[in-house]
Antibody
Framework: QVQLQESGPGLVQPSGTLSLTCTVS?????????WSWVRQTPGKGLEWIGD???????NYNPSLKSRISMSIDTSKKQFSLRLTSVTAADTAIYFC?????????????WGRGTLVTVTS | QSALTQPPSVSGAPGQGVTISCTGS?????????VHWYQQVPGTAPKVLIY???YRPSGVPDRFSGSKSGTSASLVITGLQAEDEADYYC???????????FGGGTHLTVL
């Protein structure tokens, strides 16, 4: 049973940078799956942010592409998200998930999510 | 505006059945990409309910079934139980947008 856990600051200042890490505590991070970030806001529902392969290849949501970067550290079984120039619109619950890239991007295991609030 | 369209809410009495629709387009369902359905109880992470348009993960009751035809997909829940009250999301891949897309979510109320 794969287990994922998000970690990072719950508060970020406007125009600042949101940084989150997802740790895969059970299961492998290097067995061919991709790893995704998804966020959820009351007004917009679930929004796919981007994904990363253990080899480092990334795909980003075009609406966020200019502000996001993702990285992965397979030795630590962690992958990370950075979102720059945040505004109140980036306030959301952020989930990390395991992605089945070749199965219409099925997200079969999710972390519990972490609430990030953009506020001064 | 979501690439996949779901009704905001549906409801049904215990024991009855409901259908949740998910309307896509030629660049997702119509292009052959599967639909996945997630159930989300408030305060928790989404959980896979149906994957590959019609397959249930182990542990998901057979009261839940999924289908896809053309540019539309459906989730059918029979024998409604109070514990089914939750939000349901459809998800697929869009070949034109080049990323995973979700429906806006449907809240199921068990009357």
């Amino acid at each position: 049973q794969v287990q994922l856990q998000e970690s990072g600051p719950g508060l970020v200042q406007p125009s600042g940078t949101l940084s989150l890490t997802c740790t895969v505590s059970v299961g492998s991070i290097s067995d061919g799956y991709w790893w995704s970030w998804v966020r959820q806001t009351p007004g917009k529902g679930l929004e796919w942010i981007g994904d990363i392969h253990p080899g480092g290849t990334t795909n980003y949501n075009p609406s966020l592409k200019s502000r996001i970067s993702m990285s992965i550290d397979t030795s630590k079984k962690q992958f990370s998200l950075r979102l720059t120039s945040v505004t109140a619109a980036d306030t959301a619950i952020y989930f990390c998930a395991r992605e089945n890239y070749h199965d219409s991007r099925l997200l079969d295991y999710w972390g519990r999510g972490t609430l990030v609030t953009v506020t001064s | 505006q979501s690439a996949l369209t779901q009704p905001p809410s549906v409801s049904g009495a215990p024991g009855q059945g409901v259908t949740i629709s998910c309307t896509g387009s030629s660049s997702n369902f119509g292009a052959g990409y599967d639909v996945h359905w997630y159930q989300q109880v408030p305060g928790t992470a989404p959980k896979v309910l149906i994957y590959g348009s019609r397959y249930r993960p182990s542990g998901v009751p057979d009261r839940f079934s999924g289908s896809k035809s053309g540019t539309s997909a459906s989730l059918v829940i029979t024998g409604l139980q109070a514990e089914d009250e939750a939000d349901y999301y459809c998800q697929s891949y869009d070949g034109s947008l080049s990323y995973a897309v979700f429906g806006g979510g449907t809240h199921l109320t068990v009357l």
